[in-house]
């Protein structure tokens, strides 16, 4: 049975700082692993969507990296901003068929 | 492109009751899936529907059910609330069940 982890459940950086999630997957046969933000009482926000034969995907201040043979990914958030405290979830599915089994999340308070 | 939608954004029912919750899907997204959040136990799947055919489902007890129209758009029911059954409700549309795009989730809560 999958398991994902997501150390720490909750982090406080100031603002400028690089802000590094990590996510961590107990079956390394995964079909895809997303990323994303939950801000409080809302829908989540897609963030990332590294493939399983992708080693990482950039979109402006964010990169994720991923390591199968590991069974890891990391978050990497370039000079934090107090807009970018959130909830962040990585979700990983084995499958085509839209099952994503998610983190527990880490909680992200960036300071002014 | 408009985002994906869920009716009713909250809705309060006392147990026993049933509830009908919907999902509109991304135009030209065929894959729907059901989410069910709640502090305890986070995110867990409930299933997944893509051109009218469940193909997944998670481990929910048979209360839980769902369809989708040959419009895309999804339905989730559940019916003999209980009281555990409070929770927000996330639908996620995808194109083929690849990339995951939420919707903003109703929130239910069963007095």
């Known amino acids: 049975k999958q398991e994902v982890t997501q150390i720490p459940a909750a982090l406080s950086v100031p603002e400028g700082e690089n802000l590094v999630l990590n996510c961590s997957f107990t079956d390394s046969a995964i079909y895809n692993l997303q990323w994303f933000r939950q801000d409080p009482g809302k829908g989540l926000t897609s963030l990332l969507l590294i493939q399983s034969s992708q080693r990482e995907q950039t979109s402006g201040r964010l990169n994720a990296s991923l390591d199968k043979s590991s069974g890891r990914s990391t978050l990497y958030i370039a000079a934090s901003q107090p807009g970018d405290s959130a909830t962040y979830l990585c979700?990983?599915?084995?499958?085509?068929?839209?099952?994503?089994?998610f983190g527990a999340g880490t909680q992200v308070v960036v300071t002014p | 492109k408009a985002g994906v939608t869920q009716t009713p954004r909250y809705l309060i029912k006392t147990r026993g009751q049933q509830v009908t919750l919907s999902c509109s899907p991304i135009s030209g997204h065929r894959s729907v899936s059901w989410y069910q959040q709640t502090p305890g136990q986070g995110l867990q799947f409930l299933f997944e529907?893509?051109?009218?055919?469940?193909?997944n489902k998670g481990n929910f007890p048979g209360r839980f059910s769902g369809r989708q129209f040959s419009n895309s758009r999804s339905e989730m029911n559940v019916s003999t609330l209980e009281l555990g059954d409070s929770a927000l409700y996330l639908c996620?549309?995808?194109?083929?069940?690849?990339?995951?795009?939420f919707g903003p989730g109703t929130r239910l809560t069963v007095l």
């Open positions: 529907y893509f051109s009218e055919t469940q193909r």
């Open positions: 996620a549309s995808s194109s083929r069940g690849d990339e995951q795009f």
């Open positions: 979700a990983v599915t084995t499958d085509s068929w839209g099952k994503f089994q």
